[in-house]
């Protein structure tokens, strides 16, 4: 009955979020791809929407462990004012899984309803280390993987790595890491002619989650090719 609660919580809090009004900025934001553009200009475009397309940590660093599992929405923000910007102004859905006491799995997706373009993504955080009497933190690395999803034009998809450190105070678990991602970009566009676009791209970043019972919220804050900051609101069981 305590589960099914949750899950129940879970569902309506999903909704309520992805429910709310989507950003006003569609016909900025498209993935159209005009005559005339450059290999320079799609090389840049590449590499900025790597930044955008990569699955954030933003939580702390333990693992769920076997069997338990954390659904929420979280959103992101890009500080730029500009088209790339734009683009990550949606609410995600996330949802993520203890496989072992050492492995958790998830995903994450969302789409513009005012647009025509969204994106989904997978990952694993593995455990290198546990907070515990003789540990003083927690060590993951997590490899994930997301794609550009819906523009006929183009695609960008990103592989990317982290490593990433926590420790737990109470009910505050501040963490930092840092990524490495390779980005592709393929144009499919019959107005421009462009080979594909490939880049390696770094960032680092910190957060802090706070757990309340079932409750989780987490932000985060990133320093990459662009600066990015993201806010979850989840619940665990």
Known sequence: MRQLTHVTFALGLVAALTAAP???????????????????????LTTELGSVLRFPQLGDVAPLGKGHMDIGVHYA??????????????????????????????????FDREADY???????????????????????????????????EVWVGTASVDLSVSRTFGAWSPYVGVS?????GMERSTDVDLKDATTETSSSYAGVAYR?????????????VKNNYAFRISTRF
């Open 180 to 184: 490495g991602s390779s980005v592709l």
């Open 118 to 152: 969204g994106l989904a993504g997978v990952d694993a955080r593995i455990a290198l280390m546990t907070q515990g009497p003789s540990r003083p933190v927690s060590v993951a690395i997590r490899p994930s993987l997301t794609s550009l999803v819906g523009p006929s």
């Open 212 to 224: 309340w019972r079932a409750l989780v919220l987490a932000a985060e804050a990133e320093n990459g």
């Open 77 to 110: 923000r890009t500080i730029a004012d500009d088209a790339t910007s734009r683009s990550n102004q949606f609410p995600r859905i996330v949802a993520r899984v203890g496989v072992s006491d050492r492995v958790d799995i998830g995903g994450f997706g969302g």
């Open 22 to 44: 989507a950003f006003a900025q569609s016909s900025q934001s498209r993935f159209d791809l005009q005559p005339g553009l450059t290999q320079a200009a799609f090389q840049e």
